[in-house]
């Protein structure tokens, strides 16, 4: 790792940005492990902790892909009205369908205020069957995901 005063480092990133993955991190937030410090037991303990969050984050990109695909398994095809089946007002629409499978959610109720114009487009796309097994999958699939997320924060 190459120390640099606080301008130094500006053209260097500049450079390297277009053809390497480069993280920044501020020497004050970044905790040394114990035992001898040294500038390359950190720069080597970052970036391994840097490569964990991208393999994170690469889990939860399939983990939302597998959801994303039992959703339309479902014929549930909310992601073409909203822009994150993620979002709160989509996972408030699939968590009352999979709580309670046998009848309709009132969609109105459940979307946040700047989705009331998409209420139609979200009625038509949510008239789908999940059958419980689906049903099971998708809960474990989102459970998955949200334990990565955890996992995340708590490696940030």
Known sequence: MVSFSYANWIPVFNILEESCS?????????????????DKKD??????????RMKLTQLQ???KNR???CLTWSNLQIASVVSDVFGKSAQAIIKSILDNPENKPNIEQLVHK???NKLQDLEIAMDGDVTPEQAEKIRVIKAY?????????DLE
């Open 67 to 69: 959801y994303q695909n």
């Open 61 to 63: 990109v399939s983990e």
């Open 43 to 52: 720069a080597q303990w970052i970036a391994d902790l840097f490569c964990y």
């Open 114 to 116: 700047r989705m009331k």
């Open 22 to 38: 480069i993280c920044l991190a501020h020497p004050k937030y970044v905790k040394a492990i114990r035992g001898k410090k040294t």
């Open 145 to 153: 995901y949200d334990a990565l997320a955890i996992c995340k924060e």
